[in-house]
């Protein structure tokens, strides 16, 4: 043994001078980098919370290539505070209310910090238990805070999977769905499988279709409009289906979405899920944003009807304390996913995995590595408890409230759907800009410039919508940060941006 | 104002007691959270590598429900210490020689704490410029590390993104060829498109094949041997397109393999790739994890071709110092991948976008939300450098011939495929077995009864693979902890038990 015994002494690390794991080092960096991003906290509110960076402007100030030699954390921290902080939208600020939150919080922060720190690739159970059986444990725990039916436990037959997105969540149940047809009427009969939704539902669901091999012509996009507040109509929809039978079509899919991206509206779930049993589709309910609310007694009612669909999923990471990603889905035959995603080479078989006693989560989803992204759930769910959860959810929905009481006292504005949760979705009404002397007709577009103007101060990010053609600007609550001054001060902006687009 | 003015002054903020992201709290937590990791990062080695934990462990000492009251920092960790830990397969445990490598590191960990401290969600440009605007920066300098050719990179008119998994990466681009075949063929066409791999290729290409709605029937698994090393054939490759041409069929989409799961096979894909080119494949590269290698010269050949391919991929996340999940995609066409991929709803419409001076990253790939994970990239590439990440590549690979050295002189054993980076095929030979007085037939089975005795004992985790019928036992070199000295111990362990087994 003696060249080896040589090698041995001298190389006693494949690495150069320090491993890079090394955990002295890592304890320093690792409390240098805490500190970072609590002072970034402190300071958030102070950034343009929209981002005033031109396209490109990162290109030109960061090197053309790799450096060779290392650098620094504390240059590279400096880079970040320089360099990054400005090109940040930063969604944590307490005056960001567009799209729908990304609520953060140190529970959820700390979850993933240690799922990061244990690294592990659980795509099937043995390869970290742990990560399959915590995330078992949370979805059963989040459902029956939900109070999801039996049926989507694991206790009751079916089970939960923690996935990225809501576009993962949907592309898995219909390729689910897709397969269990095709199993029935044939290989070739896939150009006529038909996906059921509405003109609100998310575009996540078109994507998904395209991706899965659905005809784009056979997506049923179902109109809607504001006199039933932007609701999918069940008779519609019942006669859409027949007419496509009728057409030699095959239903397939219906998604029923509680609390629309553009306006937070609620498909009546009971009556469309009834359609769905009559034509035997896979229905999937996407709460992403809502669902969160359902753990409130007084939200729980939208679900009402949930227990005769086949999946549900919601964003922990939208309006749930959990960082980014983290959506949950629920589904009430497993194996119709375990059958279509599932994969089995040899280099991953394994006797748990023969026992049947097992989940492997990669037969789950569309992706075969996962991060145990249990661990952030399970620590808000400790860290805060049901009681606190609800009154989370609460707290933004009065703020709501409040923001829509404002914008009621000021006469030149609206409110142009009815409010469920916590966003308001209002203009510039249509006779104020007649009064101020404009066209009726630039109603939008005054709004569109309202929305500019505010997004170009910095001091606020607000978002829109087009709702049966009307231009709308959406006020999403659920940064974690945002206080009641936050709200005052933002609808002080707003009023005085209108101020000066009116009079231009 | 009355009202409203008197709510502001009761409730400042929406929350209870504290704030659920109180930048002290944080500070106080995140800095238990980094302790609690270093100390694991010191632990880690001594903790059975391959958890040995049962079925269903974890259901049975965890509550039924999340709690209704909160509960502490403190207890929860003492939960994971006590509860998760023993249910944890310890990827970043220097004894971890199984699948491929998770190879952490300071600074990939930094890079993921400081963007799921951002936690920003970005689908598009505006959400947080400079998310994607890193992405484009990141993806350009490894791009050159790797000598791609400049049409992969942002200067050339391809560029690269950051996915999650290559099962994302190969289904985004597969979706991409798919729909560019069927704008020529016509949309009903797709039972006739042909996807071509290896039976080597790793199960997540068929996987990806089945999700896009690619007729099960026509995934071409080609067979390779051990004469010729389990490499992708080119002229059987040719042999089956000109027969699927000839039956009708239209060849689509062909994956070429640098570095195989269970044997690190390297397909030759300068040959393979001019098959690609003469019946106008879409060709994707799979380098998951041999691809890192490449930045070091020695290695670059494996590559020679790539400037015919359409696609490239490496996970970060495997060998590359980058936590889970980074897989870096480069295309030299991205409106392939855009026009199968984008959406374009109203409520996402920007100036930003309109100008098309951006990338919208929402559009190169399956999910719309991201995570901002060019951070964690950047941040290894600069803490190391080219020159240390060279290093860190060859410490690995150099171990790993150590390795075969130890097998080669113990006569019982014999490495069975050729060594090209930092894994080792090896078994118990069939000589061994014979002359241990064992049928020839059982050499698989005794050699199956080794792998589960040394994961049994929890000192090493190594895995297996079926190679031409043949078990053999996978020593991947690749844990960021790992020394020479856990080769020698990890060596030993595997003698000792083999001589069991033997004499059983």
Excluded at 201 to 216: E, V
């Amino acid at each position: 043994m003696g060249s080896i015994g040589s090698l041995t002494a001298q190389k006693l690390t494949s690495q150069f001078p320090q491993n890079t794991l090394e955990p002295e080092e890592f304890r320093r960096q690792g409390h240098l980098m805490i500190d970072f991003l609590a002072d970034y906290y402190r300071k958030v509110e102070n950034y343009p919370v929209r981002s005033q960076v031109s396209p490109g402007y990162l290109r030109e100030i960061l090197p053309e290539s790799a450096p060779y030699n290392p650098e620094s954390l504390e240059t590279i921290l400096q880079d970040v505070q320089t360099k990054i902080i400005p090109g940040i939208t930063h969604w944590q600020s307490p005056n960001f209310f567009a799209y729908f939150p990304s609520s953060g919080s140190t529970a959820g922060f700390l979850g993933e910090m240690l799922s990061t720190g244990f690294n592990v690739v659980g795509f099937n159970w043995i390869s970290s238990p742990a990560a399959t059986e915590l995330e078992n444990v949370v979805t059963d725990w989040l459902g029956k805070m939900l109070q999801l039916p039996k049926s989507f436990l694991f206790s009751g037959g079916g089970g939960g999977v923690l996935q990225g997105t809501t576009c993962e969540a949907m592309l898995s149940t219909l390729v689910a769905a897709r397969d269990k047809s095709l199993r029935q009427h044939g290989i070739e009969s896939i150009g006529r499988l038909v996906v059921y939704c509405s003109d609100q539902t998310h575009c996540a669901l078109q994507k998904a279709a395209k991706i899965a091999g659905i005809n784009p012509k056979n997506i049923r996009s179902i109109r809607t409009s504001k006199s039933s507040t932007f609701q999918l109509c069940p008779k519609l929809l019942d006669s859409a289906i027949s007419s496509d039978i009728q057409n030699g079509l095959i239903p397939l899919y219906l998604c029923v979405t509680i609390g629309t991206t553009s306006s937070t509206a609620v498909d009546p779930l009971a009556p469309l899920s009834q359609v769905g049993k009559k034509y035997e589709l896979w229905v999937h309910v996407d709460a992403a944003y809502a669902g969160s609310a359902c753990i409130c007694p007084e939200f729980r009612h939208f679900l009402d009807g949930v227990e005769n669909v086949n999946s549900f999923s919601l964003n922990a990471h939208k309006w749930f304390l959990t960082t980014l990603d983290c959506c949950c889905l629920w589904v009430t035959d497993p194996s119709a996913l375990i059958k279509a995603l599932s994969t089995n080479p040899e280099y991953l078989k394994n006797s748990a995995t023969e026992s049947n006693k097992v989940v492997d989560y990669k037969d789950w989803q569309i992706m075969l590595s996962r991060r145990f992204r249990a661990l952030k759930l399970w620590f808000v769910l400790r860290s805060y408890g049901l009681g606190q959860l609800r009154e989370f959810i609460r707290g933004h929905v009065e703020m709501a409230k409040y923001f829509e009481e404002l914008v009621t006292k000021d006469q030149r504005f609206e409110v142009v759907v009815p409010r469920h949760f916590s966003m308001v979705c209002f203009r510039i009404s249509l006779s104020t800009v007649i009064s101020n002397g404009k066209k009726s007709e630039d109603v939008n577009e005054i709004n569109r410039k309202l929305l500019e103007s505010v997004n170009g101060s910095g001091q606020v990010f607000v978002s829109h919508a087009l709702l049966g053609g009307v231009y709308v600007i959406r006020f999403a609550i659920g940064a974690t940060l945002t206080y009641y001054r936050h709200i005052n001060a933002a609808w002080k902006v707003v009023q005085d941006h209108a101020g000066v687009v009116l009079e231009r």
